[in-house]
T-cell receptor, first 111, second 116 residues
Framework: KNEVEQSPQNLTAQEGEFITINCSYS?????LHWLQQHPGGGIVSLFM???GKKKHGRLIATINIQEKHSSLHITASHPRDSAVYIC?????????????FGTGTRLQVTL | DGGITQSPKYLFRKEGQNVTLSCEQN?????MYWYRQDPGQGLRLIYY???????QKGDIAEGYSVSREKKESFPLTVTSAQKNPTAFYLC???????????????FGQGTRLTVV
């Protein structure tokens, strides 16, 4: 079983829909990251969370540390949101910060 | 502008050949990481370096080698010993404070390696 599980693996939505992507993890973490990978492969960081909720434009990320669960929401989705969204958990090992990645959720938003 | 640059974007290699992927950053980050991405799998750690002239094996280091002669550069060599080298390779540059504090991660655009 992977330490970081994402669902769904694939998601198709129509423009304007509200989207939720879920991430569950099984280890103690320092923080959780949501990343966006564009079709060309480059990755950008969207959020870093250690508690509560963060909002940036139409994107909202929440985390429940007790339940080891995080969600990424996209309000009023748009075709330009089409990408792979990756959840990653960060652990500090005493000498280094290490990231463990989920397998990603591929989102396709159509007109 | 500060950033992290990987080259080339696409690379083709004949079986049995070694090939080196470049990763350069001008962010003044101490730590650099190499990941491999395969379809249906999350990014997996190959090697990482916390400081110049030092590096550590990640989860899937077999068949790979790295060097860290300069802070800005962390090249990855895919050797002929890597049995399944065709994959997407991502380099990351990370700045982190001690413990669980400050953390900043930047990723390169990736190199897609194909063995022909």
């Amino acid at each position: 079983k992977n330490e970081v599980e994402q669902s769904p693996q694939n998601l198709t939505a129509q423009e304007g829909e509200f989207i939720t992507i879920n991430c569950s993890y099984s280890v103690g973490i320092s923080a959780l990251h949501w990343l966006q990978q564009h079709p060309g492969g480059g990755i950008v960081s969207l959020f870093m969370l250690s508690s509560g909720k963060k909002k940036h434009g139409r994107l909202i990320a929440t985390i429940n540390i007790q339940e080891k669960h995080s969600s990424l929401h996209i309000t009023a989705s748009h075709p330009r949101d089409s990408a792979v969204y990756i959840c990653a958990v960060r652990r500090y090992t005493g000498t280094a910060s290490k990231l463990t990645f989920g397998t990603g959720t591929r989102l396709q938003v159509t007109l | 502008d500060g950033g992290i640059t990987q080259s080339p974007k696409y690379l083709f290699r004949k079986e049995g050949q070694n090939v080196t992927l470049s990763c350069e950053q001008n962010l003044n980050h101490d730590a650099m990481y190499w990941y491999r991405q395969d379809p249906g799998q999350g990014l997996r750690l190959i090697y990482y370096s916390q400081i110049v002239n030092d590096f550590q094996k990640g989860d899937i280091a077999e068949g790979y080698s790295v060097s860290r002669e300069k802070k800005e550069s962390f090249p990855l060599t895919v050797t002929s010993a890597q049995k399944n080298p065709t994959a997407f390779y991502l380099c990351a540059s990370i700045a982190a404070g001690a413990g669980e504090g400050f953390f900043e991660a930047f990723f390169g655009q990736g190199t897609r390696l194909t063995v022909v």
